[in-house]
């Protein structure tokens, strides 16, 4: 995913004026908002205390998840957070994939 949006900025005249890639760091950055879109580590356990607005979510099958943002997570604060989950169900009935799923 951060390869395509760095691509995206890349090949984009506006989007290069507006915002900073930074490879070795896999982060591009917005000064005048402070905004950034960065790849956090799939270890969901070592990244408690982030605050984002969004979370795009990939395999989450694979990750040890047993909460979302309407249940506890770290950035529940969010006035609208926004997460986007990619999986598939797997074979656990009590699983955060599975719910998200269903």
Known sequence: MFNVAAHMVALSPV???RL???EHAARIGEEKTNSVHQVVTADALGNLGSNPSCVIFDEVL???VTYGPRCGST?????QPLL???TAAGNDPTSFAKSEHD
Do not use: F, G, I, N
């Open 15 to 17: 989007l290069s004026k």
């Open 20 to 22: 900073r890639v930074v």
């Open 62 to 64: 694979t990750q040890p």
């Open 75 to 79: 950035w529940a604060p969010r006035v």
């Open 84 to 86: 986007l989950a990619a």
